[in-house]
């Protein structure tokens, strides 16, 4: 044998050898994950049930979450396995075993991504560390705290009412008796304006400028889009955060932090000048305590902050927008609607600036929030924990500690066992009439902001703000989509809330971690009052 050709030959072996192995490997892998994991007998999606590729990356690169999520339940039932250890549970049962206070669910390592910086609240995972910093920082979004904050909400809805003023009185300049507005950018900014009086000592004023000039929009889809798609593969966290920045040519985390910074920068020179402090959540944040009894640095106080700009916006924004949504969609809505605040008006119980306390009795109007909450959730993707030591039994299912079990908003909101066989319907009525019973077990049922210990720290903060901006601008408007046509703005498909293309949509709906809307073009007039 020529003594040349031993080394290539060997080489030949040893790479079909290679090959051989990682072959078998992945038919072990494969065989092990279908029939053998504990996970084997869960139905779902084939390349979950096989433990290869990852079906929850495809739904966060595709923004598919939601309606994909809601398909596999109504083939599988209530538990469908996402992933090679995670499974998605859509019977409202699970929801007090899962998120209840006291349980001893952590959250998953999918939330470390969901912070500029670490250490907040959302992406805090041990339960017992959580439970410390919400004590400490539940003061600044108290009930008592938020109604004294009031009139930063109302400042910042006169910027918005000028701008639409100034938009009808372009669009009368040129003829037109109505304006076209973008409200899902618009609603945005005044939802950023709102973020800026609160946590951060003054409005950004972009409604008064009426666009981003901050480049807030970028950074937050940036940020939700990679910390989601990162979270699905922890441990390849970072090359999908380079990922996601290379294809979105925005920055996310970073951007965030450098503007928490900056903003909690700027109020501690104010501080330390003499001038008078104003009464807002930042100012309550400086007064927060450590377990040691030490005042939260500046640090915290940024990092907090920071947070609430993540996590305050998109959500609040998203949820005005599905609201006005379903009311200008359907007329006898609308009608009902109007003339609850008309007939509010009258009676002396209602005026401008509206109060929240004025804006909670208008029963009809709360009634659509709720079930704007229900069908609309701003987050659709799942809220994973981790399963305790010793295991859990959920939903007819034993499964073994360190699984990792979810619940979509979206999903459990659609399902008749959660909301009755009328569950895929916009029925603000089902709030009104259902007796006292049957409410409780739809509030509980109702995890649009999360549920029991973890449940969102900002919902009041929420829904003031959209209880006082939304009335007023029905009061002050008549609201009609923008018809699609060649000439019409718009340069995306309708798409709904469900995912189903369809032109009658107002706007085009992705489901990642939010279910956002864009080009959602409405033509506005004065309204005669
Ligand atoms: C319609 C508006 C909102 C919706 C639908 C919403 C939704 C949620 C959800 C689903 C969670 C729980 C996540 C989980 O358990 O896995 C959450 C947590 C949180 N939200 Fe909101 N949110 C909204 C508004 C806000 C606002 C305005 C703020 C800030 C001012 C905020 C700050 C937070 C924070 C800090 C957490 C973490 C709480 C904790 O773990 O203790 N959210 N939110």
Redesign the pocket.
């Known amino acids: 044998m020529d003594a040349l050709q031993l080394p290539s030959t060997f080489q030949q072996i040893s790479a079909s050898a290679l090959v051989s192995a990682i072959a078998l490997a992945l038919v072990s892998w494969t065989i092990y994950q279908r029939f053998f994991s504990p996970l084997a007998q869960i139905p779902g999606p084939l390349c979950a049930r096989f433990g290869v590729g990852s079906w929850l990356s495809s739904r966060a690169l595709r923004q598919d979450m939601g309606w994909m999520l809601f398909a596999e339940h109504e083939k599988h039932g209530a538990v469908v396995r996402t992933g090679r250890n995670t499974v998605s549970i859509c019977d409202p049962s699970a929801i007090s075993e899962i998120y209840r206070y006291g349980s001893d669910f952590a959250?998953t390592s999918f939330y470390t991504f969901f912070a500029a910086s670490p250490g907040?609240?959302?992406s805090t995972l041990a339960n017992r560390d959580?439970s410390e910093k919400?004590k400490a920082q539940s003061p600044a979004f108290t009930m008592t705290l938020l109604v004294e904050l009031e009139e930063l909400v109302d400042s910042c809805l006169d910027d918005l009412v000028a701008l639409f003023d100034r938009e009808i009185a372009s669009a009368a300049k040129k003829g037109s008796d109505s304006a076209t507005i973008e409200l899902a950018e618009t609603l945005q900014l005044l939802a950023l304006d709102v973020v800026g009086e609160l946590a951060f000592g003054r409005s950004f004023k972009l409604c008064e400028a009426g666009t981003d000039t901050q480049a807030f929009l970028p950074m937050l889809v940036s940020f939700t889009f990679s910390a989601c798609l990162a979270g699905t593969h922890a441990w390849a966290g970072p090359s999908l955060l380079l990922y996601s920045r290379f294809k979105l040519k925005a920055r996310g985390a970073g951007a965030l932090r450098e503007r928490a910074i900056e903003c909690v920068n700027e109020r501690v020179k104010q501080q330390a000048s003499g001038a008078e402090q104003r009464k807002d959540i930042l100012a309550k944040l400086f007064t927060a305590k450590n377990p040691d009894g030490s005042l939260y640095s500046t640090k915290q106080v940024t990092v907090t902050a920071g947070?609430?700009l993540g996590?305050?916006s998109d959500?609040?924004a998203i949820?005005m927008r599905a609201l006005l949504r379903y009311i200008i969609g359907d007329k006898k809505i609308y009608d009902k609607v109007m003339s609850e605040i008309e007939g509010a008006i009258e009676e002396g119980n209602l005026n401008f600036p509206l109060t929240y306390a004025e804006g909670t009795k208008l029963s009809y109007f709360q009634a659509c929030l709720k079930e704007t909450l229900r069908l609309h959730?701003?987050?659709p993707w799942t809220?994973p924990r981790v399963v305790p030591e010793g295991g859990a039994v959920l939903a007819g299912h034993f499964f073994p500690a360190g699984t990792e079990v979810a619940m979509s908003?979206f999903v459990v909101h659609r399902r008749p066992e959660a909301f009755g066989e009328d569950a895929a319907f916009f029925r603000p009525e089902r709030w009104l009439e259902a007796d006292a019973e049957t409410k409780k077990v739809m509030e509980r049922n109702l995890i649009?902001?999360?549920s029991g210990s973890?449940?969102?720290?900002?919902?009041n903060?929420?829904l003031m703000e959209i209880t006082k901006v939304v009335p007023t601008l029905l009061h002050k408007y008549d609201f009609a989509f923008t018809p699609r046509s060649p000439s019409s703005p718009h340069t995306l498909p309708g798409r709904g809330v469900d995912g189903v293309f369809n032109e009658k949509e107002p706007w085009h709906v992705v489901s990642q971690f939010f279910a956002i809307q864009s080009e959602f073009f409405v033509d506005v007039k004065e309204r005669a009052v």
């Not at 973890?454 to 919902?459: P, T």
Request: aromatic fraction near 4%.
């Open positions: 959250k907040t609240l959302m959580h919400r947070s609430i996590a305050g959500t609040t949820t959730p701003a987050v809220l908003p649009t902001f999360g973890r449940v969102c720290i900002g919902k903060i929420s």
